[in-house]
């Protein structure tokens, strides 16, 4: 197995969030050699915390555990002790909760005038929607996502099957902005506090199609410009064993070589022709429909014409594709039972890696995390009996 050196190794992440786009971010940041501290409620004071299936987020790999009760004062230093030693924190508070428990950017940066201060959210901190409760469909929906997506058959916005604003929108935000963090305060920064809101990062994502309404008053909906399934070139078509085939041949040269594969080459000169794309789609339709998707990824996809096949999950595991480039690894739950998960997949991780052995939840390392921080045998042991720390 070939070693690299991870980029955060040394990076120490405080995430006080289990769930949703701060959860994602602590993945990854811990993907790539970063040292995640994941703080939960204790059980006792843990009964609005959503407890995710053993296998989200990559089933704890790589992440230290400890659960703090952060209303309680002796909770409370537990935490600003630790983030004493952090070089960031992340969480997912409602706005100004983080504030009244005393642990807000204020209350950190005393301690840790370093500190990259990272607070998710939907939609802000401030503004008139920053208080709304929300989960990824309202994210999309805000940012214009759902309106740009083939309707479905009552008109409505399709539910999207990946949580782009979770992930993308507030995950990898997250990851961007305390990277950027990150690199100004190596070279002389002071502490920082960062804004992620999901919806501003699906608008960020939307940015194209936005920017072009706000330039020409063109707007993006379903079937109304080149991203959105405007022309037959950019769509996706069944094939004869029912499984579809995506479509994405936007340059002339694509375009032209797929037609000629497919004996369409009576539609080369009118790829952009507004008055013949319902002709040229169907006549892509009906050719799709003479073989079997697969036979005709073999056919086409090597030969310079943009298509890919529509996987679902099932196949897409099995891809010889993902598998030689190492996409998936192998995790253990019990001796019994063990699956596979994506593996550290993102540009500059660790791609192969060995077993996962997954940690009960009930089990966690705050006794190693606590005497790091100074704490004695007998304080940990205090702090569990007042049920401050477990």
Same mark, same amino acid.
């Given at each position: ?40 409620? &204790? ?44 070089? /960031? ?62 309707? $479905? ?9 990946? &949580? ?33 809101? *999901?919806? #501003? ?18 707007? *993006? ?46 539609? &080369? ?9 319902? #002709? ?10 003479? $073989? ?34 190492? /996409? ?33 939840? &009930? ?28």
């Amino acid at each position: 197995m070939s070693q690299i050196v991870p980029p955060l190794e040394g990076i120490s992440v405080l995430n006080l969030a289990s769930v949703g786009p701060a959860a994602r971010a602590g993945r990854w940041l811990a993907d790539y050699g970063a040292r995640v501290i994941q703080v939960s409620p &204790t059980p006792k004071k843990g009964a609005k915390q959503i407890s995710p299936p053993f296998h989200s987020y990559g089933a704890g790999r790589g992440i230290l555990r400890i659960q703090i009760d952060l209303k309680s004062d002796a909770g409370r230093r537990v935490l600003l002790e630790l983030a004493e030693a952090a070089d /960031v924190l992340i969480e997912s508070y409602r706005p100004g909760v983080a504030k009244r428990l005393g642990i807000g950017f204020e209350d950190i940066r005393a301690v840790n005038p370093k500190i990259v201060y990272c607070s998710t959210s939907g939609y802000g901190q401030e503004g008139p929607a920053s208080s709304w409760a929300g989960h990824d469909i309202n994210y999309l929906a805000m940012g214009g996502f759902l309106a740009c997506c083939e309707p $479905r058959p009552d008109g409505g916005p399709p539910i999207p099957g990946a &949580t782009v604003a979770d992930s993308a929108g507030g995950g990898l935000h997250a990851v961007t902005s305390i990277l950027a963090a990150l690199v100004r305060r190596s070279i002389g920064g002071e502490a920082q506090y960062l804004d992620v809101s *999901a919806a #501003e990062g699906v608008i960020s994502l939307m940015s194209l199609a936005i920017d072009q309404y706000l330039a020409t008053g063109e707007v *993006a909906g379903p079937r109304k410009v080149l991203l959105t399934g405007r022309y037959a070139f950019y769509d996706v078509y069944p094939c004869r064993d029912g499984k579809w085939i995506s479509v994405g041949a936007i340059e002339a040269h694509f375009f032209r070589n797929l037609c000629g594969l497919l004996d369409l080459e009576r539609w &080369t000169d009118f790829q952009m022709d507004e008055d013949r794309q319902d #002709e040229i789609r169907e006549d892509f339709r009906q050719a799709f429909l003479k $073989r079997d998707r697969d036979d005709w990824v073999a056919e086409l996809a090597a030969r310079d014409t943009c298509v890919a096949p529509v996987y679902e999950i099932p196949e897409l595991v099995d891809d010889p594709h993902f598998e030689e480039r190492n /996409v998936f690894m192998t995790a253990r739950e019990t001796e019994a039972n063990s699956f596979r998960q994506v593996a550290p997949i993102l540009a500059g991780c660790q791609r192969e890696q060995p077993e996962h052995q997954v940690v009960p939840p &009930t089990e966690t390392d705050a006794a190693m995390l606590l005497e790091e921080v100074g704490y004695s045998a007998e304080e940990i042991e205090g702090l569990r009996r007042e049920g401050a720390v477990q």
